[in-house]
């Protein structure tokens, strides 16, 4: 069975510093690439961070390039958003999300989600 439980999440105020994590099992972790989303409320879910299966790749979107950095440790199956420099409007619903590619099938499975506030 397949688990990806994401914690971490809470209420920071801005400035602040939060880093959240994704424990993965069910399947082989090092399989994956390994994305980080967020949802804000009424808005569609935006893709924030990738790294790649063995975690020598990261890519960011824009709002959040030199503040949130990605991580990966394939020997305790977890994946890592560490969040410096906190926004109000990164404010969300925080979800990860494995990527995993076998020949011409994809495979991709949701964590439920951690809450990430920021206010004053």
């Known amino acids: 069975q397949v688990q990806l439980v994401e914690s971490g999440g809470g209420l920071v105020q801005p400035g602040g510093s939060l880093r959240l994590s994704c424990a993965v099992s069910?399947?082989?972790?090092?399989?994956?690439?390994m994305r980080w989303y967020r949802q804000a409320p009424g808005k569609g879910r935006d893709l924030v961070a990738t790294v790649t299966n063995d975690g020598h790749s990261t890519n960011y979107a824009d709002s959040v390039k030199g503040r949130f950095t990605i991580s990966r440790d394939n020997a305790k199956n977890t994946v890592y958003l560490q969040m410096n420099s906190l926004k109000p409007e990164d404010t969300a619903v925080y979800y990860c999300?494995?990527?995993?590619?076998?020949?011409?099938?994809?495979?991709?499975?949701w964590g439920q989600g951690t809450q990430v506030t920021v206010s004053s």
């Open positions: 069910g399947f082989t972790f090092s399989s994956a690439a």
């Open positions: 999300k494995a990527h995993r590619v076998f020949g011409s099938k994809i495979y991709e499975y």
